[in-house]
């Protein structure tokens, strides 16, 4: 078997680890690529786009949600909102899958929540990456600001915002 630095790169196993999916059920090639391995940077990525339709979107987002589940990557579930359109998305541990996520799911970006120390205290920055069209590649990252717990009524009253239900905590980057 590979290690687990090989990933699947079929648009099924996109960025699934080979030590988690045994084989790809399309029989594509591995391709070997460094992962992320500092767990305390997580990546938000979703599966929707604001000029689909509410069934594809939905679609696009069992489509993720399955592959996440069957290729037992660690996730979480979350409701966001990306310029002023609500979306589900997903956080997870590994920037490579992450890239390969928006590029497979045509997104124009991901989020990169990176937790720094400032004196005593632990924040959680937050940077949109851009991906490249041409390439698929990482492009431009743009530095948001800090990520805070608000009340409901505060993130619904800004653009962008993230609800993770299993903490029913409402977050916005300042």
């Known amino acids: 078997m590979p290690d687990s630095g090989t990933l699947l790169t079929c648009s099924i196993c996109v960025g699934a680890r080979s030590d988690v999916v045994n084989q790809c059920p399309q029989g594509q090639e591995r391709q070997t690529e460094m992962r992320d391995q500092n767990l305390n940077t997580v990546y938000i990525v979703s599966a929707e786009r604001a000029d689909k339709t509410a069934e594809i979107n939905e679609l696009t987002t069992s489509i993720l949600a399955d592959f ?65 069209e041409e390439s698929g590649t990482d492009g431009l990252r743009e530095k948001l600001g800090r990520l805070e717990a608000v009340s409901e009524a505060e993130a619904r009253a800004c653009d962008d915002w993230t609800f993770n239900p299993s903490t029913d905590t409402w977050y916005v980057v300042r």
């Open 68 to 132: 996440l589940r069957r290729s037992n990557v660690p996730h979480q579930r979350l409701l966001g909102c990306y310029q002023g359109v609500e979306e589900v998305s997903f956080l997870i541990h590994d920037r490579t899958l992450a890239r390969k996520v928006a590029v497979r799911f045509e997104q124009e970006s991901y989020l990169i929540l990176e937790v720094v120390q400032v004196g005593l205290i632990f924040e959680r920055l937050a940077t949109i990456c851009y991906i490249d």
